[in-house]
């Protein structure tokens, strides 16, 4: 497993941007696909991007895909979520999360994650 940190969450307006970061410690960064879930009150925790090992193969859900875009540093063993146009219905927790099942958007094959970020969208 490896040990994930994120960073970055806070409160912007509708349509601003935020940039989320998790840091990952532990071997084999590479070996892990790396994910970012989100979950909000209520609500079950959801899938919202992943990466493989490279940032040509990367895969949305269809509620963030052309807002939000995953990018991973292999060298710097981190991974990013930069998040733009920014809804109020985007407001949640946000998981870093990694799994060695490449292509996998289930949360069930996700066996490190990290501790959460707040992210807030007023309107």
């Known amino acids: 497993q490896v040990q994930l940190v994120e960073s970055g969450g806070g409160m912007v307006q509708a349509g601003g941007s935020l940039r989320l970061s998790c840091a990952a410690s532990?071997?084999?960064?590479?070996?892990?696909?790396m994910g970012w879930f989100r979950q909000a009150p209520g609500k079950e925790r959801e899938f919202v991007a992943a990466?493989?090992?490279?940032?040509?193969?990367?895969y949305y859900a269809d509620s963030v895909r052309g807002r939000f875009t995953i990018s991973r540093d292999n060298a710097k063993n981190t991974v990013d979520l930069q998040m733009n146009s920014l809804k109020p219905e985007d407001t949640a927790v946000y998981y870093c999360?990694?799994?060695?099942?490449?292509?996998?958007?289930?949360?069930?094959?996700?066996?490190?994650w990290g501790q959460g970020t707040q992210v807030t969208v007023s309107s």
């Open positions: 990466v493989r090992w490279s940032n040509y193969n990367t």
């Open positions: 999360a990694a799994t060695r099942i490449f292509g996998s958007r289930r949360r069930t094959d996700f066996d490190s």
């Open positions: 532990g071997r084999a960064f590479s070996n892990y696909a």
